[in-house]
Nanobody, 114 residues
Framework: QVQLVESGGGLVQPGGSLRLSCAAS????????MAWYRQAPGKQRELVAS??????NYADSVKGRFTISRDGAKNTTNLQMNSRRPEDTAVYFC?????????WGQGTQVTVSS
């Protein structure tokens, strides 16, 4: 089992920056994929960014503005979000694959508004 705890959500003005963190605990030695998803009101959950042993992947809507990173020793993943836009408002979820199983965090609300 893997437990995920997200932090760093909140209110940010358009153009501002915010950093999300996700800390994994439990059977973390099997983690080979970490990602961030988001879900806006009335919309489907969508992939924002993902990171594995040899790749990085970003949604087109966030390329050049968001950066995903992973600290393997600390079993954390961070999402640095710059140049925020109102359409980035959503609940952001941490997601990992470990030992063939998929795990989700509880989600953290991010609101972009003036």
């Amino acid at each position: 089992q893997v437990q995920l705890v997200e932090s760093g959500g909140g209110l940010v003005q358009p153009g501002g920056s915010l950093r999300l963190s996700c800390a994994a605990s439990g059977d973390t030695f099997n983690i080979n994929y970490m990602a961030w998803y988001r879900q806006a009101p009335g919309k489907q959950r969508e992939l924002v960014a993902s990171i594995g042993d040899a790749y990085l992947n970003y949604a087109d809507s966030v390329k050049g503005r968001f950066t995903i990173s992973r600290d393997g020793a600390k079993n954390t993943t961070n999402l640095q979000m710059n140049s925020r836009r109102p359409e980035d408002t959503a609940v952001y979820f941490c997601n990992v694959w470990a030992g063939g199983r998929n795990y989700w965090g509880q989600g953290t609300q991010v609101t972009v508004s003036s």
